[in-house]
């Protein structure tokens, strides 16, 4: 069965400090991968994605991820994190067959110390 | 341009009653889908419609129902409700639903709360 694996259930870094969340998944065929953000009782918003092509993409508020197909792994990274930065973070997998469904993990809770 | 809106924003229900939330997709977009957000989880795929009809259901019981009306808004209905039900209940929607690969964007969620 498709799965997405969050390791990190909570993660706490310094402002100014660099982050990676990272995400593992289990799927068959070629994945479709999602970062979205939550801020508390908010929504999701989309960060990045990765479709096909490069392997380092490039999303709003200076986040970036990198699909390692070898790894299975599509992890978050920014180099500097600001203190708005603090929010639950999903990573996703699409599933292609049938519908557009999303396999979410678990999330990562992260927590900026000033 | 308006973003995926959801009603309400917060509700509270008592075991054994029935609740309906409502969901506006954002403009240009022809496919919801509804997730289920329990306290501490990631989303969990409820069900998506797609031309006023359901086009896949997750592992949900049948108490989960939902509707599309022609202008692509959409609802979710939860009968006889119980505890575990107490969710964040999102809404996503994107564009093209004949097409198989397309961005979801949610909305704000609404908090269910049974008592």
């Known amino acids: 069965a498709q799965s997405v694996t969050q390791p990190d259930i909570h993660i706490t870094v310094s402002e100014g400090a660099s982050l990676e969340l990272r995400c593992n998944y289990s799927y068959g065929a070629t994945p479709y991968l999602f970062w979205y953000v939550q801020s508390p009782g908010q929504g999701l918003q989309l960060l990045l994605k990765y479709f096909s092509g490069d392997t380092l993409v490039q999303g709003i508020k200076g986040f970036e991820a990198e699909f390692k197909r070898s790894q299975s792994s599509f992890n978050l990274r920014k180099p500097s994190v600001h203190w708005s930065d603090a929010a639950e973070y999903f990573c996703?997998?699409?599933?292609?067959?049938?519908?557009?469904?999303?396999?979410f993990g678990q999330g990562t809770r992260l927590t900026i110390n000033p | 341009d308006a973003g995926v809106t959801q009603s309400p924003t917060h509700l509270i229900k008592t075991r054994g009653q029935q609740v309906t939330l409502r969901c506006s997709p954002k403009?240009?977009?022809?496919?919801v889908s509804w997730y289920q957000q329990a306290l501490g989880q990631g989303p969990q795929f409820i069900f998506q419609y797609y031309e006023e009809e359901e086009r896949q259901r997750g592992n949900f019981p049948d108490r989960f129902s939902g509707h599309q009306f022609p202008n692509y808004s959409s609802e979710l209905n939860v009968n006889a409700l119980l505890l575990g039900d107490s969710a964040l209940y999102l809404c996503?929607?994107?564009?093209?639903?004949?097409?198989?690969?397309?961005?979801?964007?949610f909305g704000p969620g609404t908090r269910l709360t049974v008592l």
């Open positions: 996503a929607s994107s564009p093209l639903g004949g097409r198989r690969l397309n961005t979801q964007y």
């Open positions: 403009s240009g977009h022809d496919t």
């Open positions: 996703a997998v699409h599933l292609i067959q049938g519908a557009q469904k999303l396999v």
